[in-house]
Nanobody, 126 residues
Framework: QVQLAESGGGLVQAGGSLRLSCAASGRTFSTYTMGWFRQVPDKEREFVGGISWRRGRTDYSSAVKGRFTISRDNAKNMVYLQMDRVNPEDTALYYC???????????????????WGQGTQVTVSS
């Protein structure tokens, strides 16, 4: 069982930066691949990126690659999403999620993730 809680969302100007955090409970956190997703009203939840449990391999959507960075600290049960050079299209509710997968596989579909946080809102002003 893993419980997740996101924080760090807020209002940021276009071109600025924001760092989201995801705190996880549970002794098995280090064995879960962690993903970040985002969702806007009337649209499907979108994969932003993820970090594998085994080697810390990261993967990103084309929309954020080169601007966002995901990291994790297993000793603190934390995952981070560093958002740089944000733009208004990054405005969304951001979720972290945990998936139990083999090795460095990186699931990209929401239904492949078992545990979810409540989300944190990010709003980018132009």
């Amino acid at each position: 069982q893993v419980q997740l809680a996101e924080s760090g969302g807020g209002l940021v100007q276009a071109g600025g930066s924001l760092r989201l955090s995801c705190a996880a409970s549970g002794r098995t956190f280090s064995t879960y691949t962690m993903g970040w997703f985002r969702q806007v009203p009337d649209k499907e939840r979108e994969f932003v990126g993820g970090i594998s449990w085994r080697r810390g391999r990261t993967d990103y959507s084309s929309a954020v690659k080169g601007r966002f960075t995901i990291s994790r600290d297993n000793a603190k049960n934390m995952v981070y999403l560093q958002m740089d050079r944000v733009n208004p299209e990054d405005t969304a509710l951001y979720y972290c999620a945990a998936a139990w997968v083999l090795a460095d596989l990186m699931p990209r579909q929401p239904d492949e993730y078992k545990y979810w946080g409540q989300g944190t809102q990010v709003t980018v002003s132009s």
